[in-house]
């Protein structure tokens, strides 16, 4: 049994109250949370990572990003590899309202990441999140709390009640995003204490550890900082959960932007982009023949928002208790739900009337009856868990080989998606055959030049997934790169071109105020004089490459004879596209001096000015100039 305790809530979740009667003070929480660091590592945690298909760390880095863990866990939620799933196509009829995208309603390739449409890339009726390895760690969590809040789901839902359950079940995601997870969340020197919205920060990313480890005593500001981070989550509890309760009782939308975030905007694209599949045949049939209401989903607002004050709760409050084998038959009622799901979305694209329509209903309907019987037995927490875990996957296993039988009569898109579930927390080698043609788009997408030298694409694709860091975080082209530097050695032209590739993938991949307000001084010495700030593009990565790498890279051969040695080179992203300088003494000179945050008044020269110039006509570097000022009264006459 894996227990994580935290004091008792103060009272029941009443919706007649303000949230804070029910949740602890700022004060309560966070040195609970202090005790919780001081008693180290709760036994049998770290199990539950390969359990539920994601990296220890992102599911442990604090003590309440631990405790979303265990709310996932004791909902049954694990994790596909985002990379390796085959996303189902929608019928038309299914589709959003208005186009999330340029491309349908599936995942692309672009620079190496598989990018998603913002308002369709999540369902909140998933049994299964994503581990998508590009996002940052907090996802994890935040995905947990998803499947921990529940959605709302009525044969009869209005447009409305979709919209008010889209930003009910997002509440308590983005509450411990921005507040709840950043108690003691180790963050870089320039982040401590400030909220990332969509930066990314590979600094505070580098700095993950599990939460036990965390020094205190060697980092006192940690308990201020966490005091103003519980302040900011009950704060932000406190006027969501009041706009909410006022749309219930009103039925009329509350709207509370908060900064960059507006929770109303977003429900609303939630509710535009999913009305057409949540009130569709298959959903309707999927959850009533496989769901419950008030386990799974709930039927009334009130009940949903109660469920999402009670999950709140737990997350701050009381011991969580997670027994690994009960876990395991929750995960396998999910697993069971997951591909009814794609069955009966694939069946959305038959006429039922047909010949293909009743063949398919024909062979697939016995199986569906066995997994919706599977599902009830296992909710039931049996005795014999392993039999009747053992019995359900022959289940999840005899309908998977059914639609095989009958793939020929759907479309394409759909036989070839359906076998792609992505699972890595069980039989991770078989699961990731039919995502690997899918893993191969993706390295030739992010490291073309890396994937024309192999051999066999394909068994390169499967062979990565079964490497020990392909499920880590990170983009591909890294995860790649460790691969056959791992199989191959760091020095084989392979690794290297691979490294390449990585270097020129790697986040972070833009500069937005660069990108507004850089400027470029109108001669080179007008640098020794001029103000504003300089500093290196957010961008800009430095790295040593074979001569030839640099020059295949851009298409052209090392001139014959020429030494292929290592050249330093610095790089940086703008617009998407690479641009890349080889480093002079000088141009290191000067990238060193700004990246050590010296003033250039101690080291800018005459002589570096032309190569300083070079930079910032690159963009490698960017001159922020200063508003000008009225220094003189005379000047305004």
Avoid at 498 to 522: Q, V
Wanted: aromatic share 8%; glycine share 6%; hydrophobic share 40%.
């Amino acid at each position: 049994m894996i227990r994580h305790p935290l004091p008792p809530a103060p009272r029941p979740v009443s919706l007649d109250e303000n949230p804070r009667r029910w949740l602890p003070t700022p004060e309560a929480l966070v040195g609970a949370l202090e005790k919780n660091i001081d008693a180290g590592e709760p036994a049998g945690l770290r199990a539950l990572a390969p359990l539920m298909g994601a990296p220890e760390v992102d599911l442990t880095v604090t003590p309440l990003t631990a405790r979303a863990t265990m709310l996932g866990a004791l909902s049954g939620r694990a994790f596909y590899h985002h990379e390796l799933r085959l996303r189902q196509p929608m019928p038309e009829h299914l589709e959003p309202e208005l186009a999330v995208w340029q491309a349908g309603t599936t995942p692309e390739w672009s620079d190496g990441v598989l990018a998603e449409p913002k308002y369709f890339s999540f369902f909140q009726d998933a049994p299964f999140p994503a581990f998508n390895p590009n996002h940052r760690r907090k996802w994890r969590a935040h995905e947990l709390l998803h499947g921990a809040s529940k959605f709302f789901w009525h044969p009869q839902m209005t447009r409305f009640e979709l919209y008010v359950s889209a930003r009910l079940n997002e509440l308590l995601p983005i509450i411990h995003w921005y507040g709840f997870d950043e108690i003691f969340r180790p963050r870089c020197a320039e982040h401590r204490g400030k909220l990332l919205y969509r930066e990314f920060c590979a600094a505070c990313e580098g700095l993950a550890r599990p939460y036990w480890e965390l020094d205190l005593a060697a980092e006192p500001q940690q308990r201020a900082l966490g005091m103003g981070a519980a302040h900011n989550a009950l704060e932000h509890l406190e006027s969501e959960w009041s706009a909410i309760v006022q749309e219930i009782a009103t039925g009329r939308l509350h709207a509370t932007p908060r900064g960059r975030l507006d929770a109303s905007s977003d429900a609303v694209g939630y509710m535009r982009a999913h009305w057409n599949r949540v009130t569709a045949w298959s959903t309707g049939s999927w959850v009533e023949r496989f769901l419950v209401d008030g386990v799974d989903y709930f039927s009334t607002l009130d009940a949903l928002l109660l469920n999402v004050g009670q999950a709140t709760q737990d997350l701050v409050c009381g011991t969580l208790e997670v027994d690994t084998s009960v876990y395991r038959a929750r995960r396998t009622r999910r697993q069971l739900q997951d591909i009814a799901s794609r069955v009966l979305v694939a069946m959305e694209w038959l006429d039922p009337e047909s010949d293909e329509g009743q063949r398919a209903e024909d062979a697939l309907e016995p199986h569906l009856e066995a997994l919706a019987g599977a599902c009830g037995e296992l909710l039931e927490e049996p005795e014999d868990i392993d039999s009747c875990e053992s019995a359900a996957l022959e289940s999840f296993a005899g309908c998977a080989r059914a639609f095989s039988e009958v793939a020929e009569l759907f479309p394409e898109p759909i036989a070839e998606s359906f076998l792609g579930f992505g699972y890595r927390f069980l039989d991770a080698d078989i699961f990731a055959e039919a995502g690997a043609a899918q893993l191969a788009r993706g390295v030739e997408d992010g490291a073309p030049k890396t994937f024309a030298m192999l051999t066999d694409p394909l068994d390169s694709a499967v062979a990565l997934t079964q490497w020990e860091g392909f499920d880590t975080t990170g983009r591909l082209t890294e995860r790649l790169h460790g691969w056959l530097s791992d199989q191959l050695g760091e020095e084989h032209p392979f690794s290297e071109q691979a490294r390449f590739e990585a270097f020129a993938n790697a986040e972070p991949r833009g500069d937005e105020e660069a990108t507004l307000f850089a400027s470029l001084p109108d001669a080179p010495a007008d640098l020794l004089e001029a103000g504003g700030r300089l500093r290196p593009h957010a961008t800009l990565r430095r790295a040593s490459f074979a001569a030839s790498i640099i020059t295949h890279t851009i298409g052209q051969k090392l001139p014959e004879g020429s030494d292929d040695s290592q050249i330093p080179v610095a790089a940086a992203l703008v617009d998407g596209q690479l641009r890349l300088v080889a480093e002079s003494d000088d141009i290191t000179r000067i990238l060193n001096h700004l990246q050590a945050g010296e003033d250039r008044t101690h080291w800018l020269t005459e002589a570096l000015c032309e190569p300083l110039y070079e930079l910032l006509e690159n963009s490698l570097v960017c001159w922020l100039p200063e508003p000008r000022r009225v220094h003189d009264q005379s000047e305004t006459l």
